[in-house]
């Protein structure tokens, strides 16, 4: 686990929190001694966050694994009724997101105000690119009668079990999709609190801590890719 | 060893509880302390909930042809008691209460680290158990405390839904909760607190906190897959549709023996602290003692099989699930062992805390004794769903788990409420404890052996005797339970004032005042020794 940077530009004193997002110096709250006491226990809370839901997806990745291992070839069947263009598109979407947060969080670090706001404004334009792409690929889903449990239509072999599969991918591209949702909410905050002036060198780590989560998503994504869309043998 | 002579300044000191006033200042609090106390409330009110469902189980066992409910009704007395007990009272107990209000005075610290986390904790805890009762008096649920499908899937009736999303918003309190301590624990403890000075409580916090976080999720998604099923008449555990009702079975367990010591690993951590302040000795095997507490949260998650045996899975997975949950003994008996040489030639005073945990050593040895009953294959087959595993895990939580949370409420609550409460009435309430608890639950390990099977709401008539002891010793049980109710209650306004430490003990929470200020400490401790340095004799009371 990396440890969080000090910042020598971090005051040892505290301040109050107004004062000192008005002048651009590290504030922390009171059961802190210092702010870079405060960045470090965010930058683990957030480490250990990521730690649960590495295990809440990997209940359903666990759950996948032996469907997939017990019906391989409805599995297969199944995974050929996606659309391997749109996944792949959105695989470099998300990647693409992932750079441009990565940029958000250095000019957090720099005290780029402007750049701050824009990268994080980008990062949020492609992570809606990529639920409407997820919603395109949903909707299709629907015409093409292959909802499970509400509209499944399916007249080749194994259909119980390609249903399952189908089960499967819409539960996790739609969790995922909610994880999505909430990253993007979180990030239109940031990018409304850097256009505010709330960030400096001194105090980013909310920046830096969003960062994470969406890294972690994007990196659910590079998982669920291959599992959902690449077994089916096509190529 | 106070800083500041708590008992002179008693009435105009302001402290955490009388620094403000008001529902409130309670309701909003972002005070550890403060929220620990929510917690009392609110799991107290839980246990004698799942208590009384307890107490109506036992009562029309008396007969063998069953006393007072329906079949149905005993089903859903079961479940009830199960869900309410391991959820909302065992799983929050320990951490929640005691582990809220000393994590951050044994280290040390002004609060914990993200204090608005923590009452939201508290929210979600509220959330989850008012929708829980709520579905309980709206018709209740019969599928027992496991949820195993199919009875939640395709048997039971729509409460079910109600129950575990219950259980799941509760599960994001125990998940807070977990970060919470263990980022504050990584990052906030005061100058001098290095890992090996900690007190046992902190180690047993981090491990249980581990398992909090790690295990917790898994039953979060598992109850998400059961709601889609129930929802959408999919098959993921309906064998009909493609699915296995097993994977249900592997994926509860594996967060739901982990959970089981989430009950005790808290528990132990109170008995260490007990045992060496009324020994006054230096905990035997510090070092091993702490270590345990790491290895058997590790080794937690890698036997969830054992549950399994007689499911069909297979023999060789059986096995390894057997031996590994042999393993659990090592850990757990080098913390029996070191706290029996922890009180070898120690000064041991009998107050009532520490007979708490003596009672905790004896039925905790008990029921983890049992327990290797049920890891061996061929006895599990014997044994398997029958009281033996009803007497054995009630050995664990309510021997073990419930006696250790009574002997740590004793032992903190001057340090919580600024009072003492009549040390005669503590002592008795814990014999008048143990004695029920053996003659409840020893009779049934009996008839386990002899093959009564549990969750039936009658039986044969010759286990009658073993089944009138069982229920006398509940109705002794139940009323131990009511006796520190009580007396403690009646400590808040009559009790003599506590001094910062009543019994000479040297863990940092001991060096704030009774009750503390809302930052616990004057100024942050300095620390130069580990929490059990007694050697120097018994200090002198306060
Ligand atoms: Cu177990």
């Known amino acids: 686990m990396p440890e969080a940077p000090l910042h020598a530009a971090a005051p040892a004193t505290g301040h109050a929190p107004a004062y000192a997002a008005a002048h651009g110096i590290a504030a922390h709250a009171h059961q802190f001694d210092?702010?870079?006491?405060?960045?470090?226990?965010?930058?683990?809370?957030?480490?250990?966050?990521?730690?649960?839901?590495?295990?809440?997806?990997?209940?359903?990745?666990?759950?996948?694994?032996?469907?997939?291992?017990?019906?391989?070839?409805?599995?297969?069947?199944?995974?050929?009724?996606?659309?391997?263009?749109?996944?792949?598109?959105?695989?470099?979407?998300?990647?693409g997101s992932s750079l441009t947060m990565a940029l958000a969080v250095r000019s957090a670090q720099l005290g780029r105000r402007k750049a701050l706001v824009l990268f994080l404004l980008l990062t949020m334009v492609l992570g809606s690119v990529f639920l409407g792409v997820k919603g395109y690929e949903y909707y299709h889903k629907f015409e093409n009668h292959l909802v499970p449990g509400i509209d499944f239509i399916y007249d080749q072999p194994?259909?119980?079990?390609?249903?399952?599969?189908?089960?499967?991918?819409?539960?996790?591209?739609?969790?995922?999709?909610?994880?999505?949702?909430?990253?993007?909410?979180?990030?239109?905050?940031?990018?409304?609190m850097g256009w505010r002036g709330r960030f400096s060198p001194g105090y980013y780590s909310p920046v830096e801590v969003s960062g994470l989560y969406w890294h972690f998503v994007d990196i659910v994504w590079i998982f669920l890719f291959p599992l959902l869309y690449l077994i089916g043998g096509r190529y | 060893m106070s800083v500041i002579p708590a008992e002179q300044l008693m009435d105009k000191r302001v402290h955490y509880l009388n620094e403000s006033y008001g529902v409130k200042s309670w309701l909003f609090t972002k005070d550890h302390k403060r929220i620990g106390l929510l917690y009392l409330a609110s799991i107290t009110f839980m246990f004698f909930i799942g208590g009384a469902a307890a107490v109506l189980m036992r009562l029309h066992l008396i007969e063998p042809q069953g006393a007072l409910v329906e079949p149905e009704t005993y089903n859903k007395l079961f479940t009830m008691h199960g869900v309410i007990m391991v959820f909302f009272f065992l799983i929050p107990s320990i951490p929640a209460v005691l582990g809220n209000f000393l994590v951050?005075?044994?280290?040390?610290?002004?609060?914990?680290?993200?204090?608005?986390?923590?009452?939201?904790?508290?929210?979600?805890?509220?959330?989850?158990?008012?929708?829980?009762?709520?579905?309980?008096?709206?018709?209740?649920?019969?599928?027992?405390?496991?949820?195993?499908?199919?009875?939640?899937?395709?048997?039971?009736?729509?409460?079910?839904?109600?129950?575990?999303?219950?259980?799941?918003?509760?599960?994001?309190?125990?998940?807070?909760?977990?970060?919470?301590?263990?980022?504050?624990?990584?990052?906030?403890?005061a100058p001098g607190l290095t890992w090996f000075r900690l007190p046992l409580f902190i180690w047993a916090m981090y491990?249980?906190?581990?398992?909090?976080?790690?295990?917790?999720?898994?039953?979060?998604?598992?109850?998400?897959?059961?709601?889609?099923e129930r929802l959408l008449h999919v098959g993921i555990f309906d064998p009909k549709l493609g699915g296995d009702?097993?994977?249900?079975?592997?994926?509860?367990?594996?967060?739901?023996?982990?959970?089981?010591?989430?009950?005790?690993?808290?528990?132990?951590?109170?008995?260490?602290?007990?045992?060496?302040?009324?020994?006054?000795?230096?905990?035997?095997?510090?070092?091993?003692?702490a270590f345990s507490s790491m290895s058997i949260a590790a080794i937690s998650f890698l036997v969830w099989g054992h549950h399994m045996f007689v499911t069909g899975q297979s023999i060789y997975a059986g096995l390894i699930f057997s031996a590994l949950s042999f393993m659990v003994a090592?850990?757990?008996?080098?913390?029996?062992?070191?706290?029996?040489?922890?009180?070898?030639?120690?000064?041991?005073?009998?107050?009532?805390?520490?007979?708490?945990?003596?009672?905790?050593?004896?039925?905790?040895?008990?029921?983890?004794?049992?327990?290797?009953?049920?890891?061996?294959l061929a006895t599990d087959v014997h044994l398997n769903g029958t009281y033996f595993i009803v007497a054995h895990f009630h050995y664990i939580m309510v021997g073990g788990a419930v006696m250790a949370y009574l002997g740590g409420i004793h032992f903190w609550w001057p340090k919580i409420s600024g009072r003492m409460y009549s040390d005669g009435w503590a002592r008795f309430a814990a014999f008048v404890i143990f004695i029920g608890f053996n003659l409840t639950f020893f009779p049934q390990f009996m008839l386990g052996y002899l093959g009564m099977p549990r969750r039936y709401a009658f039986y044969p008539a010759e286990f009658q005797v073993l089944n009138v002891m069982s229920t006398a010793g509940a109705s002794i049980l139940g009323i131990g339970y009511l006796i520190p109710?009580?007396?403690?209650?009646?400590?808040?306004?009559?009790?003599?004032?506590?001094?910062?430490?009543?019994?000479?003990?040297?863990?940092?929470?001991?060096?704030?005042?009774?009750?503390?200020?809302?930052?616990?400490?004057?100024?942050?401790?300095?620390?130069?020794?580990?929490?059990?340095?007694?050697?120097?004799?018994?200090?002198?009371l306060a």
Not at chain 1, 161 to 189: N, W
Not at chain 2, 255 to 272: K, R, T
Request: charged share 10%; with cysteine; net charge neutral.
């Open chain 1, 34 to 95: 210092d702010p870079g006491q405060q960045h470090e226990a965010g930058n683990l809370g957030m480490w250990v966050f990521l730690a649960t839901e590495v295990m809440f997806f990997g209940g359903l990745f666990a759950g996948y694994s032996v469907y997939r291992s017990l019906y391989l070839t409805a599995f297969e069947a199944g995974s050929r009724l996606l659309d391997v263009r749109l996944g792949a598109a959105n695989t470099a979407v998300l990647i």
């Open chain 1, 158 to 192: 194994n259909a119980p079990q390609v249903e399952l599969f189908l089960c499967f991918y819409f539960f996790m591209t739609a969790l995922h999709a909610v994880h999505m949702i909430i990253g993007i909410g979180i990030l239109g905050t940031l990018a409304f």
């Open chain 2, 104 to 189: 951050p005075m044994m280290i040390g610290a002004r609060d914990l680290a993200f204090p608005k986390l923590n009452l939201l904790s508290w929210y979600l805890y509220m959330a989850g158990a008012l929708l829980t009762l709520s579905a309980i008096i709206a018709g209740g649920v019969d599928t027992g405390w496991t949820f195993y499908t199919p009875y939640s899937s395709v048997y039971a009736n729509t409460h079910v839904m109600a129950v575990a999303i219950g259980v799941f918003i509760n599960g994001f309190s125990s998940i807070l909760t977990g970060l919470n301590f263990v980022v504050t624990i990584h990052k906030m403890r």
């Open chain 2, 207 to 228: 491990a249980t906190s581990i398992i909090f976080l790690l295990g917790t999720p898994v039953l979060a998604i598992t109850l998400v897959l059961l709601g889609l």
């Open chain 2, 245 to 289: 009702p097993l994977l249900f079975q592997h994926l509860f367990w594996f967060y739901s023996h982990p959970a089981v010591y989430i009950m005790i690993l808290p528990g132990m951590g109170v008995v260490s602290e007990i045992i060496a302040c009324f020994s006054r000795k230096r905990i035997f095997g510090y070092g091993l003692v």
């Open chain 2, 330 to 376: 090592i850990p757990s008996a080098i913390k029996v062992f070191n706290w029996t040489a922890t009180l070898y030639r120690g000064s041991i005073s009998y107050d009532a805390p520490m007979l708490y945990a003596l009672g905790f050593i004896g039925l905790f040895t008990m029921g983890g004794l049992t327990g290797m009953f049920l890891a061996s």
């Open chain 2, 485 to 540: 109710l009580v007396y403690l209650a009646y400590s808040l306004r009559y009790g003599p004032v506590a001094p910062a430490n009543p019994w000479g003990a040297r863990g940092l929470e001991w060096r704030t005042s009774s009750p503390p200020v809302t930052e616990n400490f004057e100024e942050t401790p300095i620390v130069t020794a580990e929490a059990y340095a007694y050697d120097e004799g018994r200090e002198p």
